[in-house]
Nanobody, 113 residues
Framework: VQLVESGGGLVQPGGSLRLSCVAS????????MRWYRQAPGKERELVAT????????RYADSVKGRFTISRDNAKKTVYLQMNSLKPEDTAVYYC???????WGQGTQVTVSS
């Protein structure tokens, strides 16, 4: 099982980023996927969840209305579209395969002027 995140970077407040997580080593379409984030000195926080077929999504209150999780099972990729970014969104973002607790290496998102 391998999960590889990308798409992080430095963005100004109010800006947007799209994170990607490419999966390999398992049948991606079978599994619920999640995005988490961890800011310096804080615990890892669940950001968004998407079911295996993409029918249902769920978000942390802190990102609801600004972030959108989606997936492309043919490309074995889960995405996190982040809009209206705030400085408090600064963190390392991780994708997770829920079953088996597999994680990627993370991608840094920094929101700063």
């Amino acid at each position: 099982v391998q999960l590889v995140e990308s798409g992080g970077g430095l963005v100004q407040p109010g800006g947007s980023l799209r994170l990607s997580c490419v999966a390999s080593g398992f049948t991606f379409s079978y599994y619920v996927m999640r995005w988490y984030r961890q800011a310096p000195g804080k615990e890892r926080e669940l950001v968004a969840t998407i079911t295996s077929g993409g029918e249902y999504t769920r978000y942390a209150d802190s990102v609801k209305g600004r972030f959108t999780i989606s997936r492309d099972n043919a490309k074995k990729t889960v995405y996190l579209q982040m809009n209206s970014l705030k400085p408090e969104d600064t963190a390392v973002y991780y994708c997770q395969r829920v079953d088996g607790n597999y994680w990627g290496q993370g991608t840094q998102v920094t929101v700063s002027s």
